[in-house]
């Protein structure tokens, strides 16, 4: 029995002027899974995903969503899908407490007069904050200090928990260890294997191989613009990854 993708990518193009960044993209994402988008730089992996998050509108080609062609023309269009991203420099408000951070956009009010007046029922967002820490292991000692005083790894915890937190389907990290510490790396990938367990999807955008080959049920190879490989957990080894990065891999 074929299990139908939950999110999939045909022949994408996308140009910038004379740059081609992507040059018939195919893409798959399965239900609950953590699929590693990997490539050398200028492969094209974050004009792939902000394409399919809604930031760069294809030149060509379509995207499916349960099986269904869709239009995902704005990163809000994305988000009603059930997609969420975690970019790489996070998008947190550093002045603010983690509850206005996973809230922001979408605050709670009051109930009655008060909220009809704009008053921000902090308690409410406070509590689900706290849950949503809880449920993935976010380890943040105050949820109402500015995350600014927080440690690299837990606002990665914070961004992730706010992806999660609204997302339905499918959440994209693009590169979620860099520049951290080996406790605060393992309390990362830790964080994914949780969301896959909770039932979303996963797209990891990674140049970390080890950490990819940890944590990833399957993983898509991107060179050119292009996807030249595709590994199931077990199937390849660092040196088929790299290999096929560079081209010194075809795979058959």
């Not at 797209?203 to 292009?226: C, F, K, T, Y």
Request: no cysteine; aromatic share 4%; net charge negative.
């Amino acid at each position: 029995m074929v299990t139908q993708p939950l999110l999939e990518a045909r022949g994408i193009v996308k140009s910038f002027g004379r740059v081609h960044a992507l040059r018939g993209a195919d893409f798959t994402v399965n239900r609950a899974e953590v699929v590693a988008l990997i490539g050398d730089n200028g492969a094209g992996k974050s004009t792939l995903v902000k394409t399919l998050s809604g930031v760069h509108a294809p030149d060509a080609g379509e995207i499916l969503f349960e099986g269904a062609p869709v239009t995902v023309a704005s990163p809000e269009a994305a988000r009603e899908l059930g997609i969420e991203t975690v970019y790489q420099d996070l998008a947190l408000a550093p002045d603010l407490e983690s509850s206005a951070n996973l809230f922001l956009g979408r605050e709670v009010l009051r109930p009655g007069l008060l909220g009809r007046l704009g008053f921000l029922d902090n308690v409410a967002m406070r509590d689900r904050t706290e849950a949503a820490f809880g449920d993935l292991g976010v380890g943040v000692q105050d949820v109402q200090a500015p995350v600014a005083t927080f440690s690299g790894g837990q606002r990665q915890g914070v961004a992730v928990a706010r992806a999660v937190t609204w997302a339905s389907k499918v959440v994209f990290m693009d590169e979620p260890t860099a520049a951290l510490g080996v406790v605060q790396t393992r309390r990362v990938l830790d964080l994914i294997m949780r969301v896959r367990d909770r039932g979303l999807s996963v797209v990891l955008i990674s140049h970390n191989m080890p950490e990819v080959m940890e944590v990833a049920d399957r993983v898509e190879v991107l060179r050119l613009g292009q996807r030249v490989a595709t590994f199931k957990r077990g199937e390849g080894t660092m040196e088929d990854l790299v290999g096929a990065m560079t081209g010194a891999l075809v795979q058959s």
